[in-house]
């Protein structure tokens, strides 16, 4: 089992910045792959960001170029670095796990980001 603890959301205005980390625990060598989904209020939950154990990269279009996802590995710790925050990225971020031997996926409690305009 993996358990992560996401932290780091909050209210900010449009323009501004956040910095989301989730820190994993538990049967860590099973993780490869690591990210961030978001759920809007009536939405579906969505991709944000992921990052291999590797360090490769992968990021949604709306995204792109604000957001920058990283990964300590030594730490056990993701984080997500939001930049030019608009009110269209509030949402509840959720943290994510890959098992890399039975793709089982794990998620955080998920953490409130609102950005208000």
């Known amino acids: 089992q993996v358990q992560l603890v996401e932290s780091g959301g909050g209210l900010v205005q449009a323009g501004g910045s956040l910095r989301l980390s989730c820190a994993a625990s538990g049967n860590i060598f099973s993780i490869n792959t690591m990210g961030w989904y978001r759920q809007a209020p009536g939405k579906q939950r969505d991709l944000v960001a992921t990052i291999t154990r590797g360090g490769t990269t992968n990021y949604s279009d709306s995204v792109k170029g604000r957001f920058t996802i990283s990964r300590d590995n030594a730490k056990n710790t993701v984080y997500l670095q939001m930049n030019s925050l608009k009110p269209e990225d509030t949402a509840v971020y959720y943290c994510?796990?890959?098992?890399?031997?039975?793709?089982?996926?794990?998620w955080g409690q998920g953490t409130l980001v609102t950005v208000s305009s």
């Open positions: 994510n796990a890959a098992n890399r031997f039975n793709g089982m996926n794990y």
